[in-house]
């Protein structure tokens, strides 16, 4: 296959919504089709010895949501997909936003009885301002929801993007048919058994077709044809160019949990999602197509592997080809460092990978120098846009109480402050030594004392800190850093790179403390 080719069939994707509106069961169940998993995990039936892939996490198996997020590689119908299974809760939004930067495209879900839901509202703003095209599906259609001509709407006005249905529901919840395909003009229909068989589509004419009426009960059938002949009155016409500005949303309907028309959906969005897209540098623009090597690391985890215990980073690769083995530019320490430790990803399992191409996510073990946000490139030295981070909002300090484990839990802190879900400071006017996690929600600390305990042995203690409200990196001369002018409700306190914080009780004292300190900036986040 020609270098062209490679990166022309690259399909690089991220699932985002709302928690629970299926990102993982889909997932699970676009996986089935990549041939990637036999029986996909359900994330429903967490007692069984089958498992979402996705959810590889201890506490996320645990509790059935997505804590971080996940990359999958398959293929499928000729391309190369990979997949970022993204968690929904706010608390972990920050990994979600970065995972966003790796994707060239968006599958927007919303479960048909909520709608657009608060951290929709959030992640959608984020890819208009990025101008990722977005492919929006309606889940969960086996369950009685809203009526699918409002959340059109809805989407349309929340969003001020447009909307063109690709597919459409036959009756809801109990009465759920199953969908019409307004492009290829098929029925599918959706039997309800066990395992939510469903049969064969069935081509039709049009809408009109006696073949259509047969398949459902009256009212229904009147319904949808009403529908339809509403839809192409007053619906717009696809247009792929719009879609690709992020200015109109194609529209599907389905049920992931019964696999229903998920298939169909994979098979048109493929055909729909862009290819690798250009990337932002201090350069220019970096070309997918550029026979140079380039690309950023988005995402470190610990521990996937408990058999490994190791770190990986994960590349998004960004043009050129990738081999195992290479020498490439790490410009943020000037050095050349040797890539030779490089997967193929597939939720916590990896294989080797030799090759990559623009688009690609590898994991990359055993370059412990990586950081979120670095760019490694073969040519002139660049750097791809900074990866946002977040003023953490929530404080509370972790104590080991056992003196004989206390290697494994800065090992164990290190690690995971490493990953950027949480920071870690220290107080500076104590002489204890606790760390103090710093986060953007208080889940995070869980995650954190669960993850100490089930990956490093080391039972924790936490002291919630919540009369701090907001931490602020002073930065300025060093003159004036030495003559800050403390208040009472601010604690001096230093990252683990030594830089000064300040941990600031309210709004008002953060005011305060700003006047106070003319030739100081008080930054949000380090950088
Ligand atoms: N009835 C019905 N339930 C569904 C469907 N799809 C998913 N669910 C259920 O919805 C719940 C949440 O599903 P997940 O796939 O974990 O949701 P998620 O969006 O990944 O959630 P987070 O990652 O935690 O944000 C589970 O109990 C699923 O079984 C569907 O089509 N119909
Ligand atoms: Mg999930």
């Not at 879900?421 to 600390?445: C, E, H, K, T």
């Not at 004292?509 to 106070?516: G, I, T, V």
């Amino acid at each position: 296959m020609s270098f062209e080719t490679q990166v022309k069939t690259r399909r690089t994707f991220a699932i985002i919504s709302h928690p629970d509106a299926g990102k993982t069961t889909l997932t699970e169940k676009l996986l089935l089709y990549g041939g990637a998993v036999n029986l996909a995990g359900s994330v429903a039936a967490k007692k069984q010895q089958r498992q979402a892939t996705s959810d590889w996490m201890a506490l996320e198996r645990q509790r059935g949501i997505s804590i971080t997020s996940t990359v999958l590689n398959f293929e499928y119908n000729g391309f190369h997909i990979n997949l970022l299974d993204t968690p929904g809760h706010q608390d972990f939004s920050e990994d979600t936003y970065r995972t966003l930067m790796a994707a060239d495209s968006v599958i927007m879900l919303l479960d048909n009885a909520k709608g657009v839901e608060t951290q929709t509202k959030k992640l959608y703003q984020v890819c208009k301002r990025r101008g990722i095209p977005v492919v929006t599906f309606i889940n969960k259609l086996d369950r009685p929801g809203r009526e699918p001509l409002e959340l059109l709407d809805e989407v349309e006005q929340l969003f001020g993007i447009r909307t063109c249905a690709f597919n459409w529901p036959v009756g809801m919840g109990d009465t759920f048919k199953g969908v019409y395909d307004r492009r290829e003009k098929k029925l599918h229909t959706f039997e309800r058994t066990d395992h939510g068989k469903y049969k064969a589509p069935v081509s039709v004419a049009d809408v009109h077709d006696p073949a259509v009426k047969a398949q459902m009960p009256e009212y229904t059938y009147n319904q949808l044809v009403e529908e339809i002949e509403i839809l192409d009155m007053a619906g717009e016409e696809f247009s792929h160019e719009l879609y690709l500005e992020g200015k109109m949303t194609p529209v599907f309907f389905g049920s992931a949990a019964n696999n229903f028309g998920v298939e169909l959906f994979l098979a048109q969005f493929l055909q729909l999602a862009p290819e690798p897209s250009h990337r932002k540098a201090n350069n220019g623009e970096v070309d997918p197509a550029s026979p140079t090597f380039s690309g950023f690391i988005f995402k470190i985890q610990a521990n996937m592997d408990p058999q490994h215990r190791d770190r990986i980073a994960f590349m998004r690769v960004c043009s050129g080809q990738f081999s195992r083995d290479m020498q490439v530019k790490h410009p943020r320490s000037g050095k050349m460092i040797r890539l030779s430790h490089s997967h193929r990803l597939f939720g916590q399992d990896r294989e080797t990978v030799n090759e990559a191409y623009a688009g690609d996510i590898v994991g990359l073990s055993s370059n412990d120098q990586f950081a979120i946000g670095d760019t490694l490139c073969n040519g002139p030295a660049f750097e791809f846009e900074p990866i946002p981070s977040f003023a953490p909002e929530c404080f509370a300090m972790l104590r080991n109480p056992n003196p004989s484990k206390y290697k494994q839990f800065q090992k164990g802190i290190d690690q995971l402050r490493q990953e950027g879900a949480i920071q870690v400071m220290y107080f500076q006017d104590s002489g204890q030594r606790n760390p103090i996690l710093a986060a953007v929600g208080r889940l995070q600390f869980e995650v954190v004392q669960f993850r100490l305990l089930s990956e490093y042995g080391v039972d924790t203690q936490l002291e919630n800190l919540g009369e701090y409200t907001h931490a602020r990196w002073l930065v300025g001369d060093q003159d004036a850093l030495d003559k800050v002018e403390w208040i009472v409700n601010a604690r001096k306190a230093e990252d683990a790179d030594g830089r000064i914080v300040a941990l600031i009780k309210g709004e008002w004292a953060l005011n305060y403390m700003m006047e106070k300190n003319p030739h100081i900036r008080f930054q949000d986040t380090p950088y």
